[in-house]
């Protein structure tokens, strides 16, 4: 079945960059996600990318999607201690009109140092 | 405010006493979803529901069931509740008529239950 996996833990200094990687098998992905949950709450959607554009930039964050070999990333610039968290990496297809269900990763633990 | 209100947000309780815990959104959203996060395991799919009087099942349905009779409520109840079934539980909705095909979902503040 479909699959989406991640690191579980990575941790960084403040000011550096964090790259969080995931994976996914199902080739007929149309859609690809980065949630944050910060400790005690929700996710909540961080940004998402269609599978036909390689990258999205939005402020300090940038994704790169590489379809071929089915392979996303989330960079973070200028990590600050805020930004500690868990990501989550999750895919979705599109199918007859209808969005299809989320496929979750089991999620990244994301600890910036001072 | 657009939220998704999940209720209750803490819950201790005993084998086989049947509970539920609502889920109530207020953005007219079509697509409603229950999720459980457990360590290691990450963000597991119980039931979801396209629309009213519509559901389905997840990845892992056992031991709950769902019901979907207005658009903004989608309440997940525990029969008999079992010890396995102590986990921290997301509700989650979207539009699910997203033309850009994408299913963007806002999250719960989750439900921490737990079974003794």
């Known amino acids: 079945g479909e699959d989406v996996e991640q690191s579980l833990f990575l941790s960084v200094r403040e000011g550096d960059s964090s790259v969080i990687n995931c994976t996914y098998t199902d080739s007929s992905s149309t859609y690809l996600y980065w949630y944050k949950q910060e400790p005690g709450a929700g996710l909540q959607l961080l940004t998402y990318i269609f599978s036909n554009m390689d990258m999205k930039q939005d402020q300090r964050l940038t994704v790169l999607l590489n379809k071929k070999d089915k392979h996303l990333s989330l960079r973070i610039a200028d990590t600050q201690t805020g930004d500690s968290a868990i990501y989550f990496c999750?895919?979705?297809?599109?199918?007859?009109?209808?969005?299809?269900?989320?496929?979750f990763g089991k999620g990244t633990k994301l600890s910036v140092k001072p | 405010e657009a939220q998704v209100t999940q209720n209750p947000r803490y819950l201790i309780t005993v084998t086989g006493k049947k509970l539920t815990v609502t889920c109530s959104q207020n953005?007219?959203?079509?697509?409603m979803s229950w999720y459980r996060q457990d360590p290691g395991l990450g963000l597991r799919q119980i039931y979801y529901?396209?629309?009213?009087?519509?559901?389905d099942k997840g990845d892992v349905p056992e031991g709950y069931k769902v019901s979907r009779k207005e658009k903004r409520n989608f309440p997940l109840i525990l029969e008999s509740p079992s010890p396995n079934q102590t986990s921290l539980y997301f509700c989650?909705?979207?539009?699910?008529?997203?033309?850009?095909?994408?299913?963007?979902?806002?999250f719960g503040a989750g439900s921490r239950l737990t079974v003794l």
């Open positions: 999750a895919e979705s297809g599109y199918y007859g009109g209808s969005q299809g269900n989320l496929i």
């Open positions: 989650a909705s979207s539009p699910g008529d997203d033309l850009s095909g994408a299913n963007v979902l806002t």
């Open positions: 953005m007219n959203h079509e697509y």
């Open positions: 529901s396209m629309n009213v009087e519509v559901t």
